[in-house]
C-alpha cells in the first residue's frame, strides 16, 4: 500500500454531483476563502475507511498529499498525520506539531481541514507546554493560521481549561472575516457546556462589541429568553 494505491482508492470514489456541492458549498469560486480548490466528491467516512490502514506513510509522503490540489486527497493526509500523532513519542509528536504548523497556511487551507486536525495535533500537543505560539497565530495575516489559533483550544476546553481560549477570543474580536466569527463563537459555546457561568461573564463584558455572527454561534444553545438578552443589549 502506497501514495498511488491510495489515490487511486479515493479517486474510485469520486462523485461528480457531490463535487459540485461541495465546491459551491467551500466557497471556491474566485474571491472565496476556498477560490481554486478542487473536489472529488467523497464523503468523510469513505475517506476514513480508506486511509485507516496508512499510518505508515512517511513524512514526505504525507507532504506529498498535502501538496496536491484535491482537497479530499489533503483531508486524508491530516487523518494520517493524526493516526501518527497518536502513535507517536513525545520525541515524534513534536516532530509532526512542528510540520502541522509550517503546512497551514498553504496546504490545510479550509475551514474543515483546520477543525478535523488543529484540536487533535496542535491543541494536543501544547497541553502540557507553553502556548505563546497560539497567540502568534492569532496575529497572522493567514486566515486559517488565525483559525487555528482559536480552534486549537477545543482540546484546551475539553479537559477543562478555557483561559486560551477567552484570551484568543478577545484578541479576534475586531477580526472582519466570517470564519473567524464563527470560530470564535462556537468556542464559545463549547465553554457554555462545561461552565455556563464562565461564557455569560464574557458575554456580559463583550457582547455588545462582538460580530453578530459569534455572538449568535455562542449563544445558540441558551434558551430564548437568554438569547433574546443578549442580543438586545
Given at each position: 500500500?502506497?501514495?498511488i494505491s491510495?489515490?487511486?482508492?479515493l479517486?474510485?470514489q469520486k462523485?461528480?454531483?457531490q463535487?459540485?456541492i461541495?465546491s459551491?458549498f467551500f466557497?471556491?469560486g474566485k474571491?472565496?476563502y476556498?477560490e481554486?480548490d478542487q473536489?472529488?466528491g467523497i464523503?468523510?467516512p469513505v475517506i476514513?475507511?480508506?486511509v485507516k490502514?496508512?499510518h505508515?506513510?512517511?513524512?514526505?509522503?504525507?507532504q506529498?498529499?498535502?501538496n496536491?490540489?484535491?482537497?479530499e486527497i489533503r483531508f486524508?493526509a491530516?487523518?494520517?498525520?493524526?493516526?501518527?500523532?497518536?502513535?507517536s513519542?513525545?520525541i515524534?509528536q513534536e516532530k509532526?506539531f512542528?510540520f502541522?504548523?509550517?503546512?497551514i497556511?498553504?496546504h490545510?487551507?479550509?475551514?474543515?481541514?483546520?477543525d478535523?486536525s488543529?484540536?487533535?495535533i496542535?491543541?494536543?500537543f501544547?497541553?502540557?507546554k507553553?502556548?505563546s505560539?497560539?497567540?502568534?497565530?492569532?496575529e497572522?495575516d493567514s486566515l486559517?493560521?488565525?483559525?487555528v489559533?482559536?480552534?486549537?483550544?477545543?482540546?484546551f476546553?475539553?479537559?477543562?481549561?478555557?483561559?486560551?481560549?477567552?484570551?484568543?477570543?478577545k484578541l479576534l474580536?475586531?477580526?472582519?472575516?466570517?470564519?473567524?466569527?464563527k470560530a470564535?463563537?462556537?468556542m464559545?459555546?463549547?465553554?457554555?457546556?462545561k461552565?455556563?457561568?464562565?461564557e455569560r461573564?464574557?458575554?456580559?463584558?463583550?457582547?455588545?462589541?462582538?460580530?453578530?455572527?459569534a455572538l449568535?454561534?455562542?449563544i445558540?444553545?441558551?434558551d430564548e429568553?437568554?438569547?433574546?438578552y443578549?442580543?438586545?443589549r
Amino acid at each position: 500500500m502506497d501514495l498511488i494505491s491510495l489515490k487511486s482508492s479515493l479517486y474510485s470514489q469520486k462523485d461528480e454531483a457531490q463535487a459540485v456541492i461541495l465546491s459551491r458549498f467551500f466557497k471556491t469560486g474566485k474571491g472565496g476563502y476556498g477560490e481554486g480548490d478542487q473536489f472529488l466528491g467523497i464523503r468523510v467516512p469513505v475517506i476514513r475507511k480508506i486511509v485507516k490502514d496508512y499510518h505508515f506513510l512517511s513524512f514526505d509522503n504525507i507532504q506529498e498529499l498535502l501538496n496536491d490540489s484535491i482537497h479530499e486527497i489533503r483531508f486524508a493526509a491530516l487523518v494520517v498525520l493524526i493516526q501518527k500523532f497518536n502513535q507517536s513519542d513525545s520525541i515524534n509528536q513534536e516532530k509532526i506539531f512542528h510540520f502541522y504548523l509550517k503546512n497551514i497556511r498553504n496546504h490545510i487551507n479550509n475551514w474543515d481541514l483546520v477543525d478535523l486536525s488543529c484540536p487533535q495535533i496542535v491543541g494536543k500537543f501544547l497541553w502540557d507546554k507553553n502556548r505563546s505560539c497560539l497567540y502568534s497565530l492569532s496575529e497572522s495575516d493567514s486566515l486559517w493560521e488565525k483559525r487555528v489559533s482559536i480552534i486549537s483550544t477545543l482540546y484546551f476546553i475539553r479537559n477543562g481549561d478555557y483561559a486560551d481560549t477567552l484570551k484568543i477570543s478577545k484578541l479576534l474580536l475586531n477580526d472582519k472575516h466570517d470564519l473567524i466569527h464563527k470560530a470564535i463563537g462556537w468556542m464559545l459555546r463549547e465553554v457554555g457546556k462545561k461552565d455556563i457561568n464562565i461564557e455569560r461573564k464574557f458575554l456580559e463584558e463583550y457582547s455588545q462589541d462582538m460580530p453578530r455572527t459569534a455572538l449568535r454561534y455562542a449563544i445558540e444553545k441558551m434558551d430564548e429568553k437568554e438569547r433574546k438578552y443578549f442580543l438586545n443589549r
